[in-house]
């Protein structure tokens, strides 16, 4: 009989008893484990990330379906005038569309960090509940916000810089020097992206959520982690996310081509903006379901496998699974 508060056909051998085993994982290990981790806590990670994207889409449905009913939203304006209302009407439910957006980023924001917790629970056995998950992110919530905030603004400030730095190149320059400068500046400056998003971007959200550090902290400890597995790190990270982007977007096919045929059917009548924004939630719910708790797994996992490696954190885990290393 599994020990109580375990969840049922997660344990396995003697030093694997949860979803992963406590020593340092491969490939396949963090795969078979974040599909475990899934399929054992769908409440907490496929069924937060679905509440989340749902709740955030369902605004801009519904304030289209109310424009729909109150002003004349159809996409074909062909001889006919368009009035100041009807200008407002799809200003409203276009922006009504990014503000949902918007809100399923933060909402999405916050499962990383629900998800996090599920990650480490789960590496020892235990099955957390939607509301244990939540529960276990009080105090850090608006960090990880925050946290989240301070990385946005160093990516658009990085992004700025550089789109700046073409400035005095297009307009001093000749064209073979703009050429050369964009093959050398290109490639240089999407390395040094992807540095970033290992190095600084990629592992402070569960060093934040799983340690009691701060905003800065946890970029520090996401860095030292990393520090001599940036490849390693970052060959994971890149398949994981090709192949979340993959499948949701396989996922949400089937709702996007339907969307499609009955927006041609539809043509230019007042429902066309409906059909259109209600294809992009469905399509939006669809791809967050699967998307955002798979990587975030995995991104939970490589977190606990470096320190597994570089601080022997499976020895803590094996004391707090009940487990004796022998």
Avoid at 81 to 97: H, K, M, Q, R
Avoid at 191 to 199: D, K, L, Q, S, V
Wanted: proline share 4%; hydrophobic share 55%.
């Amino acid at each position: 009989m599994p020990a109580q508060g375990w969840a049922p056909g997660m344990l396995g051998a003697a030093h694997k008893p949860g979803a992963m085993p406590l020593r340092p994982l491969g490939l396949s290990d963090m795969y078979d484990a974040a599909f475990r981790i899934i399929r054992f806590n769908p409440k907490a990670t496929v069924g937060s990330a679905v509440l989340v994207a749902a709740v955030s889409m369902a605004i801009p449905v519904l304030v289209t379906a109310v424009l729909t009913w109150t002003v004349d939203l159809s996409l074909d304006r062909t001889g006919g005038s368009t009035s100041t209302a009807d200008v407002a009407g799809l200003i409203g439910s276009f922006g009504s569309l990014g503000l949902g957006s918007i809100l399923q980023t933060i909402g999405l924001v916050l499962v990383t960090g629900m998800i996090a917790h599920v990650t480490a629970a789960a590496a020892i056995g235990r099955r957390l509940t939607l509301g244990e998950a939540w529960a276990a992110t009080r105090g850090k919530r608006w960090r990880l916000i925050g946290l989240t905030v301070l990385l946005g603004l160093m990516v658009t400030g990085i992004l700025l810089v550089y789109a700046l730095s073409w400035v005095p190149v297009v307009l001093f320059l000749k064209t073979w020097q703009i050429v050369v400068y964009g093959l050398v500046s290109v490639p240089l400056f999407l390395a040094g992206m992807c540095w970033f998003w290992i190095r600084v971007y990629y592992l402070p959200v569960p060093a934040l959520m799983l340690e009691d550090v701060g905003i800065g902290g946890a970029i520090g400890r996401g860095f030292r982690l990393t520090r001599r597995q940036f490849w390693r790190t970052f060959g994971i990270a890149l398949l994981t996310v090709v192949i979340g982007q993959i499948a949701g977007g396989m996922l949400a096919m089937p709702v996007s081509l339907v969307g499609q045929g009955i927006l041609a059917g539809a043509g230019s009548t007042k429902f066309a903006v409906l059909g259109l924004v209600l294809t992009n939630a469905l399509t939006s719910v669809i791809s967050a379901a699967f998307v955002a708790p798979f990587t975030t797994a995995v991104a939970s996992l490589q977190y606990l496998d470096q320190r597994m490696r570089k601080e022997a954190y499976d020895v803590e885990l094996m004391t707090r699974a009940g487990l004796t290393a022998s």
